[in-house]
């Protein structure tokens, strides 16, 4: 065991150990009481199940608790499909798909605040604009018509009013008030990014992109949205897309294509460095390439990593989540830059995304 885990450990009164996990990690049974410098980790939990969980995992000592959010708030049942959360000054929304509802906690130290869920319909990921929050919500998943964007009122956790857009808004994030939207298209398929001006809360452009647009960030004024493609099983298939975007005229600059049956996911930047996966494979290029690179930075299947389902790149860290079998609990596991591995940890069902909580 980590001796400053332990001397950590020692330290924190009112904490004992009752079993060890697989990764030979003290269970640790009653609040941290402070959450910050760690990282939140977002378990989804089974569909139907209500088995939604928070994960804790520090900077420093490496400490880890699982359901860090039901040993803080005993009597709260966190909720059924945990799809993201959101910092907002000091608290955090969690938001529930199945459960139709966002979880309002403190975001250091996880007590519970409220719960919400009044207009909202199968919500999906939240974002912050102009002092309010904007959730996407796919609405009855059969239906394209009613997908919408939820405003929220931050002070009474209402919903003020609802943006109407095309099927499938996903990824949802910010940038000088406009709010940028993926839509990966629910049960079917997009290829296009809105953008929504949280002045007036309207649409006030489509940016067409690749074929399921799953993951995007912002740096220096330019929207960079990876787009998966479709898969083979659809008798469709399309390739995937890196496209970049100038905020200014919200304008293409430049799309790169990815090779046939490549599907890559989950991108992220981190120090003027492009990140993203492809199956177990993690794959780097610098925000300046002007070609993909053809071999990846490391591949997770020495951990048993069929394909990654959440990933992160923080602090010089690059954050892996595997769902496993979709059923038992996940794992995660941390590496450095240059993939060797640091750390593994037992988390609850399905990772569904990590939360840095600096």
Not at 87 to 94: H, I, L, M, R
Request: proline share 3%; with cysteine.
């Amino acid at each position: 065991m980590n001796f400053k885990k332990l001397l950590l450990l020692a330290l924190t009164a009112g904490l004992f150990f009752t079993s060890c996990s697989d990764d030979d990690d003290a269970i640790i049974n009653l609040p941290l009481g402070d959450y910050e410098n760690g990282v939140l980790i977002l378990n989804q939990g089974n569909f139907g199940g209500g088995n939604s969980s928070i994960s804790y995992l520090s900077d420093d000592f490496g400490v880890f608790q699982n359901n860090a959010f039901a040993v803080v708030n005993p009597t709260v049942t966190l909720g059924d499909t945990g799809q993201d959360i959101g910092f907002y000054q000091d608290k955090a929304f969690v938001v529930l798909n199945l459960s139709n509802s966002i979880q309002v906690i403190n975001r250091y130290t996880l007590e519970h605040i409220t719960t919400f869920s009044t207009g909202l319909n199968n919500p999906r990921y939240i974002a912050f604009a102009n002092g309010k929050g904007y959730v996407t919500n796919w609405g009855d998943g059969g239906n394209e018509e009613d997908d919408y964007i939820a405003v929220l009122n931050l002070t009474n956790y209402t919903i003020s009013t609802t943006i109407p857009v095309t099927e499938g808004p996903e990824r949802i994030i910010e940038k000088n008030g406009n709010l940028y939207v993926a839509h990966q298209g629910g049960f079917g398929y997009g290829e296009t990014v809105s953008v929504i001006s949280s002045a007036s809360n309207t649409v006030t452009a489509a940016i067409p992109v690749g074929d399921v647009p799953n993951s995007l960030f912002i740096e220096n004024n330019t929207l960079y949205v990876l787009a998966g493609g479709k898969p083979s099983w659809t008798n469709d298939e399309t390739i995937g897309t890196l496209t970049k975007i100038n905020l200014t005229n919200n304008t293409v600059i430049s799309t790169f294509d990815f090779e046939d049956a490549e599907h890559p996911s989950n991108l992220v930047e981190e120090s003027g460095q492009l990140y993203y996966t492809i199956d177990s494979a993690v794959y780097k290029a610098s925000l300046t390439a002007t070609s993909l690179p053809s071999t990846p930075l490391f591949s997770t299947t020495a951990q048993g990593v069929y394909g990654v389902y959440s990933f992160a790149v923080e602090n010089n860290k690059i954050y892996v989540g595997d769902a496993v079998d979709y059923n038992s609990n996940g794992k995660v596991y941390v590496y450095s830059l240059t993939g060797d591995l640091l750390q593994q940890e037992t988390v609850g069902v399905i990772p569904a995304g990590f939360y840095f909580n600096d």
